[in-house]
């Protein structure tokens, strides 16, 4: 099983971008997805979280500027970000906190999975 970002780019300030993250492998569940950043000389930290049901949770630093989505059928988590700020800048992480799947003849599960990041890179 893996996690595949893309969509990051350079985008001036009050622009969009549209980030997406599809898991691939013999998926039959996914748990809860988010989108995770991290800026330069900073920690990484969390951005929004959509559990399978489709309930979603923000930062305060991009409620209303940025919304979470997912499409269970695609094992897709997407994030369209508005509004972007410079304090935007960084590496998007998309993340699976649990994943049941089949392996072989059995069906199997891990938990924390990552994508590979993308750049978001907002300039003034």
């Known amino acids: 099983v893996q996690l595949q970002a893309s969509g990051g780019g350079l985008v001036q300030v009050g622009g969009s971008l549209r980030l997406s993250c599809a898991a691939s492998?013999?998926?039959?569940?996914?748990?809860?997805m988010g989108w995770y950043r991290q800026a330069p000389g900073k920690q990484r930290e969390l951005v929004a979280l959509i559990t399978s049901e489709g309930s979603a949770n923000y930062a305060d630093s991009v409620r209303g500027r940025f919304t979470i989505s997912r499409d269970n059928a695609k094992n897709t988590v997407y994030l369209q970000m508005n509004s972007l700020k410079v304090e935007d800048t960084g590496v998007y992480y998309c993340n699976a906190d649990r994943i049941t799947y089949m392996r072989d003849t059995f069906l199997t599960g891990g938990s924390d999975y990552w994508g590979q990041g993308t750049l978001v890179t907002v300039s003034s």
């Open positions: 492998g013999r998926i039959v569940w996914i748990n809860t």
